[in-house]
């Protein structure tokens, strides 16, 4: 293999389904199978994807390590790239160079109850930690998991939602803005949802992401129940190029969302340069 | 080492025999302009002023391939594409004439980023790895100058591998300097400098031309500290970046400035992957696809240009405690010398350290 | 120089502070970095305009910094030809009257600092004294003095409004034009080339461009700014490669959208860092609408440029019937 950090490995997408109108899934096998097998992440990372042609732009892999048949992405259209890979079906080659970044500090959290609050595609990076801690379900505690999204037709992996609410060994409480005649759910916002679940931050890790708006609120909702900066987890978004720390564009005062993030602790944030 | 003379009527001679073998980028006037021109038969090098891009170019290219691909059809079936990519053929080796030693301080700052910080990027080392610079010492400062508040100066030998020191003795030329042992081996074909020139340098060197310094380097250990103070103080950056036009003059001249931006340039069923230089003072640098921006104004990007030099790159690599910090930034001056509004960093730096230190 | 130059500054700094309760900022020029470098300054306070100079350094057009000012009320100081970039403005629409106090200053011309440096090296320059028909350099190796008409802008030299058109506040005795009618001299003499030499001129010249921008950026009415073609992916106009193809391409574009709305202020010829003289694309453009529509830009805040409208029958443009 080569050591050029800017080269990607082949790869091909061997599924792909719609989440919701613009949110398309990808699952993506590397075209070395013994790259494949080799192939180790950690929940968090993400990997650029490339359409050569049309460019690179940056993904978590939504899929556990626990999980190793494909790599699995969602992808919202919103550029250049996105609508590109859209148009892209099973069997379509494209470029992965991953994995990037750094990853959620799942050893510290183990004892511990999680909380996770998505919105929208922000379930996407929690989704892959969801997975990792119910295929290690022993070693955390009680999971909850607040995820909300505009519309019913906005939530991603919906078959999985009530599949996970039906396991019994987790709680998933969904909320949307605007309801139609079909839901069943809570309405409203997830910060509110977490002020009226009344969440204990007793021995327990938020991990939080979605639009930057309800992170901030979602933050002060957390702050609000008592839970300490170190307890809140969030990821980062920002825009990307190389993905290794060189480009220089992901900066947030001197760390780089690429390699020293997507995710941080609320106390890391704090640390930084306020430039959000 | 021995000391060589390189005489003025020798240059474009010895120059043609470099370019015989390396890539040879010699500077040459041009209007106002002083610029890099791969050597050509006929070309006058021009030493006597700066060149106004500084020598990165060199080492970190406008533009560069990352990689090229094609797709072909599966001849079997043809609803199906398969994509071959190959990566870019090694770099010449390259010799770089008539930097100055702010420009070759520069290479240590760029190799801080692609050498250094984490990743090694293969593109620049193999550059990096083949590349000489014969750098011209400088003879005065400039009034965009302070080389000598970075922790350089007019005859800095940091990143050169031969330096020269132009003298008035045996007819007018250099005193050629070998640094490194490559160096010496681009000299071993020039004779060694009379004692007359050796003593015309030295004397120089013991004493300057007055008007040469423009006065001492005020100390910026304090200078990242100062930043972060006022970093949230937008009234302070809307002032100093009121006038700023947003272009990539500053960061493109920049020996030191080494963002980039990578894109695919597609043309039928082939294309590359280009990398190219790109500027944190363009808005479209941190633009997300939902159009949100964390450097909307050009007081956001200004202040992230001066942090990353003053601050950020300081706390990177930061130096024993006492010592002045490396910036990122080697003083030359071209990004107050070519902005069209005269934006002068030393004065964003100094204001930070006045009322960094009051606030 | 005319001889209210001293007094003429301390007048202008007394009708900004008279201003400064009206205004949210006045922008002019201070003194820069060195003795032939001017640079924009914001004044918000008395101490700000005492600092404000008027002289032949203060060569920005100050027009371009009113970009994305919108709503806010702001005094300018402006020079003749900076004044006709506020007329081209507000003959778009782009800009409101009612915004503006305008500080307007008679000019003597400002200089060239491209032309100086080919004739002396003036990057440790610690003295510039400028007087009627001279220019003196005090350079490290001693006094260096040249014909002022020399170092001149070009487009001083050929200046037939001096005098600010448009002004709240106009400081200073009005200068007669040192121009007269533009002759577009320099375009005639450019074009007797053949079309091969043109081309390898071009060629050696655009090879310099570092794709900065700075033409673009500095140009008062450029007012795409970031959403410029030059840097769109959809439509993929222009590659991000610098090739000589894709400067050139730019420049054309740059001509071309200026074509009818360029008042010749120079900025994107004085803002290139690499010496390159686009504004003979933007001449060559201005001269073909002078001949075909006895347009010049920025002079009569009425009239409409002659690209944003059309007439039935145009004088100079040959209706040759319905061909179809
Ligand atoms: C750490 C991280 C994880 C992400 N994970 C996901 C995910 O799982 N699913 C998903 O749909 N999106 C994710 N994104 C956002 C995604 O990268 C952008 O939406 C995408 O790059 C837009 O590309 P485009 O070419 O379609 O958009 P355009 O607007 O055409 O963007 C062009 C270029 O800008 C850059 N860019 C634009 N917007 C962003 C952005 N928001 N973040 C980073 N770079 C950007 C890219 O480099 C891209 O090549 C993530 C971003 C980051 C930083
Ligand atoms: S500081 Fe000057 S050179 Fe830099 S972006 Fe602003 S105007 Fe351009
Ligand atoms: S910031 Fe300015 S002075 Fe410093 S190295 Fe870059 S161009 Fe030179
Ligand atoms: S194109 Fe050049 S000369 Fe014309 S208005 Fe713009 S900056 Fe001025
Ligand atoms: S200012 Fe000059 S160098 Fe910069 S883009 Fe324009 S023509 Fe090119
Ligand atoms: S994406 Fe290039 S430095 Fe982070």
Redesign the interface.
């Known amino acids: 293999m080569?050591?050029?950090?800017?080269?990607?490995s082949?790869a091909t997408i061997i599924e792909t389904f719609d989440e919701t109108p613009d949110v398309k899934t990808f699952r993506v096998v590397l075209k070395d199978e013994a790259a494949m097998r080799a192939f180790r992440f950690e929940p968090g990372q993400v990997a650029q994807l490339?359409v050569?042609?049309?460019?690179?732009s940056t993904f978590v892999i939504c899929s556990p390590p626990t999980r190793m048949d494909f790599l699995q992405f969602s992808v919202m259209r919103?550029?250049?790239l996105?609508h590109r890979l859209h148009t892209l079906k099973e069997?379509?080659?494209i470029?992965l160079r991953g994995p990037l970044g750094n990853h959620f500090d799942y050893e510290s959290m183990k004892g511990k109850d999680i909380v996770f609050i998505g919105g929208g595609l922000g379930l996407a990076p929690l989704r892959t930690l969801l997975l990792f801690m119910l295929d290690n379900r022993a070693d955390y505690g009680n999971i909850t998991l607040i995820y909300g999204g505009r519309t019913p037709e906005h939530l991603c992996f919906k078959g999985e939602l009530a599949e996970w609410a039906a396991r019994g060994d987790m709680r998933v409480e969904l909320t949307v803005d605007n309801p139609d005649k079909s839901w069943s759910h809570r309405v409203g916002v997830v910060p509110a949802v977490l002020t009226d679940l009344a969440v204990s931050p007793e021995n327990a890790v938020a991990v939080t992401c979605g639009p930057?708006i309800m992170i901030r609120f979602t933050i002060q909702a957390l702050e609000k129940l008592g839970f300490t900066d170190e307890q809140i987890v969030t990821t980062l978004?920002?825009?990307m190029?190389?993905g290794?720390?060189?480009?220089?564009?992901c900066?947030?005062?001197?760390k780089f969302v690429c390699?020293d993030g997507p995710v941080f602790t609320q106390a890391q944030l704090k640390e930084l340069?306020?430039?959000? | 080492m021995v000391a060589r003379f390189l005489a003025n009527s020798a240059l474009a001679d010895t120059a043609a025999a470099w370019a015989r073998d390396f890539r040879l980028l010699a500077p040459v006037r041009e209007g106002q302009a002083v610029v890099y021109r791969a050597w050509a038969k006929d070309m006058h090098p021009f030493l006597g002023r700066p060149p106004t891009c500084s020598a990165k170019e060199a080492l970190l290219p406008q533009t560069e391939n990352l990689l090229t691909y094609t797709y072909r059809k599966d001849q079997a079936d043809l609803t199906r594409t398969e994509v071959f990519v190959a990566e870019p053929l090694p770099p010449e080796p390259t010799l770089l004439l008539g930097a100055r030693p702010c420009d070759a301080r520069g290479r240590k700052l760029l190799d801080r980023v692609f050498l250094e910080r984490g990743v090694e990027d293969p593109l620049y080392a193999a550059k990096r790895r083949n590349t000489l610079f014969v750098t011209v010492a400088c003879e005065r400062m400039e009034n965009t100058c302070f080389c000598h508040w970075t922790g350089g100066g007019p005859t800095s030998e940091e990143g050169s591998d031969v330096l020269l020191f132009a003298v008035g003795a045996d007819g007018g030329g250099y005193v050629a300097k070998a640094l490194t042992p490559e160096g010496e081996r681009l000299l071993d074909k020039l004779p060694e400098a009379s004692r007359a020139a050796q003593e015309e340098l030295a004397a120089k060197l013991a004493s300057p031309p007055s008007q040469a310094v423009p006065g001492p380097a005020p100390d910026l250990s304090a200078a990242p500290e100062r930043f972060l103070k006022l970093f949230g103080n937008m009234d302070f950056w809307m002032d100093e970046s009121a006038r700023c036009l947003s272009c990539g003059v500053c960061t493109y001249l920049c020996p030191a400035c080494s963002c980039f931006n990578i894109t695919d340039e597609n043309s039928g069923m082939k294309g590359k992957r280009l990398r190219t230089w790109d500027t944190c003072m363009s808005a479209l640098y941190t633009l997300e696809g939902s159009g949100h921006n964390p450097r909307v104004s050009r007081a956001h990007r200004l202040r992230n240009r001066v942090g990353h030099k003053f601050c950020y790159h300081p706390q990177e690599f930061p130096k024993d405690a006492g010592a002045q910090p490396e910036f990122s930034c080697t003083g030359c001056g071209r990004c107050i010398k070519s902005c069209p509004v005269s934006v002068d960093i030393r004065r964003v730096v100094l204001d930070l350290m006045e009322k960094g230190d009051a606030s | 120089m005319a001889a209210d130059a001293d007094d003429r500054v301390l007048q202008l700094r007394a009708a900004v502070k008279a201003e400064l309760a009206n205004v949210d900022f006045v922008l002019g020029y201070a003194k820069g970095f060195d003795p032939l470098h001017a640079t924009p300054v914001t004044v918000r306070t008395e101490a700000d305009a005492d600092r404000l100079i008027f002289d032949a350094t203060c060569v920005q057009n100050l027009a371009t910094s009113l970009y994305g000012l919108n709503g806010k009320r702001i005094g300018l100081v402006v020079k003749g030809c900076d004044s006709r970039s506020l007329i081209q403005l507000m003959q778009e629409k782009l800009l409101e009257r009612s915004q503006l106090v305008i500080f307007g200053l008679p000019c003597d011309g400002v200089l060239d600092l491209a032309k100086i440096r080919v004739k002396a090296d003036i990057a440790a320059i610690h003295g510039a004294e400028i007087s009627g028909d001279e220019v003196r350099l005090l350079l490290p190796e001693g006094t260096k003095t040249l014909p002022r008409r020399d170092v001149l802008a070009d487009k001083c030299l050929r200046c037939r409004y001096p005098n600010p058109l448009v002004a709240d506040h106009l400081i200073g005795q009005e200068r007669t034009p040192q121009g007269a009618e533009d002759t577009y001299a320099d375009l005639d003499g450019f074009e007797k080339l053949s079309p091969q030499e043109r081309f390898d001129f071009w060629k050696r010249q655009m090879s310099r461009c570092i794709r900065c921008y700075a033409c673009r950026n500095a140009c008062p009415l450029c007012v795409c700014k970031h959403v410029c073609l030059a840097d769109s992916r959809d439509p993929h106009w222009l590659s991000a490669e610098a090739t000589l193809q894709e400067k050139w391409l730019f420049q054309v574009m740059h001509a071309l959208h200026l074509a009818g709305r360029c008042t010749e202020c120079g900025e994107c010829q004085r803002s290139c860092p690499m010496g390159i003289p686009i504004l003979l694309l933007k001449r060559k453009m201005n001269r073909e609408l002078k001949e075909v529509f006895n347009y010049e830009a920025g002079v009569d805040p009425e009239a409409v440029p002659p690209l944003h409208t059309f007439l039935m029958e145009e004088d100079k443009i040959k209706d040759r019937g319905q061909l179809w």
């Open positions: 080569s050591l050029n950090p800017y080269l990607p082949l490339s050569f042609g049309t460019g690179e919103v550029g250049e996105t069997g379509d080659p470029g930057p978004e920002r825009r190029k190389c290794v720390g060189l480009c220089g564009r900066n947030i005062g001197g390699v340069p306020q430039e959000f």
